[in-house]
């Protein structure tokens, strides 16, 4: 159990903590492309400059130093 808690520490620390904003920009990038593809619209286009977009913000916007 302890493993597991770890390994999900990890990933909140490393997600969450990290980049939150690019991480709710994936998320929103992922639910669009579900839900523009479930009424058939092709959206094959839609995730790469979100990606290129989320970068851009992520290298651009200043963070706190680490402590």
Do not use: E, N, Q
């Not at 920009?25 to 009424?39: E, P």
């Amino acid at each position: 159990m302890r493993s597991v808690r770890s390994f999900f520490g990890f990933w909140y620390d490393f997600i969450v903590r990290g980049h939150w904003t690019v991480a709710d920009g994936v998320v929103l990038a992922l639910t669009g492309t579900a839900l523009l593809a479930l009424v058939h619209v092709v959206v094959w286009w839609l995730l790469p400059p979100a990606v290129v977009g989320l970068l851009a913000l992520s290298l651009v916007r200043p963070r706190r130093p680490w402590r």
